[in-house]
């Protein structure tokens, strides 16, 4: 299936976010841990947190988290400590994410777990038991989820938990959201320095929780701004004082000609029309926001340099390769350097005449480059549907919004 888009000629909407992925699939681990009764209020609907509802709730020895990242790497760590074997697997795509680094550092802490076909890979069998082992040390440049699932489960460990971190932290603003709700749910746990944090063995207490709007859904809508000659959209539930590293991609957008006024209910987006020669930015704490960028970037002619993207190659996709890909179609040649770099100087090609956006499995393809039909009316999004991972509400955010969305079969 592709979706073709029509744009209206001005984007004039107030549209309600959907929950934080990131504040919500945390918050269930920490429940849980909490032995909550009662769910945090304002769950994202999206597939990356209903699957992970689905396996807190369950009692099934094999739990399929398909496509989810998040659910793969905070559950391995969870079901360590839970009692209990279970088989952790998912999508064909997910097998061939590597899981060695948060594995080995979870047998450090003494966690029982094996590899069901291939070494470093899922599907995981995981016994549940009572880890003994308090202090590791993993590179700073590992996925901050790696990270985040480690420090979740410190303050069950019989002794907490000590973590060092060597050289490069990337993502750091997704390791302080972690930490702060491991607060908001009673634990203890703070930086003893730039690269180590100590978290106290003090257990959990279950608490009234509600989940802020998704900076990263918000994003999408800055791009519609930014793009169309005319717009004025209200973003609902956003807050100044976000614990999401997100947030800043408003600080970004607003280098790029759209303002942010923050108002009772959430933030209101505004041209000022005012755009720079170029834009170099380092995206090591907000990975998820550079295809929003670099799409952006490209159809405002502003030439880039992307730095800090290492952990993109083994998102859902190799981003790196599939926005390399994808932007070509539409007449824009990128290069990458050193796997963590991406630039564009204003080259350019021929564009295609009817280009299909293939999404790779990937939500943030589809959300990043639909945006692109502003400048690209026969443009086609392949396989639409994969935005239910984050935001299944987009495609009718997007009518909400003006947008005309015919269906087509390839």
Known sequence: MRYKLSVPSAVKATIQLPASKSISNRALI????????????????????????????????????????????????????????????????????????????????????????????????????????????????????????????????????????????????????????????????????????????????????????????????????????????????????SYQGDSRGAEIFARLGVETEFIHEGVLLKKNGTLPERLDENFIDIPDLAQTFAVTCCLLGIPFRFTGLQSLKIKETDRIAALENELYKLGYILCDKQDSILCWEGERCEPEAEPVINTYEDHRMAMAFAPAAVRFPKMRIADPQVVTKSYPSYWENLKQAGFKISIEQP
């Open 30 to 241: 920490l429940n849980a841990l909490a032995q909550g009764t009662t769910p945090p209020c304002n769950l994202s609907d999206c597939d990356d947190t209903l699957v992970m509802i689905k396996a807190l709730d369950g009692n099934n020895e094999t739990i399929d988290i398909m496509a989810a990242g998040t659910a793969m790497r905070f559950l391995t760590a969870y079901l360590s400590t839970t009692p209990g074997t279970h088989i952790l697997t998912g999508t064909e795509r997910m097998q061939q994410r590597p899981i060695q680094i948060l594995v080995n550092a979870l047998r450090e802490l003494g966690a029982q777990i094996d590899y069901v076909n291939k070494e470093g890979y899922p599907p995981l069998r995981i016994h549940g038991k009572e880890l003994t082992g308090n202090e590791i040390t993993l590179k700073g440049n590992v996925s901050s989820q790696y990270i985040s699932a480690l420090l979740m489960i410190g303050p069950v460990l019989k002794n907490g938990l000590r973590l060092h971190l060597s050289g490069e932290i990337i993502s750091r603003p997704y390791i302080n959201l972690t930490l702060q709700l491991m607060k908001d749910f009673g634990g203890q746990a703070s930086w003893l320095s730039e690269s180590s944090i100590e978290v106290s063995p003090k257990p959990y207490i279950p608490v009234s929780f509600m989940v802020e709007s998704d900076w990263s859904a918000a994003s999408y809508w800055y791009q519609i701004a930014a793009l169309s000659e005319k717009a004025e959209i209200e973003l609902i539930g956003l807050f100044p004082n």
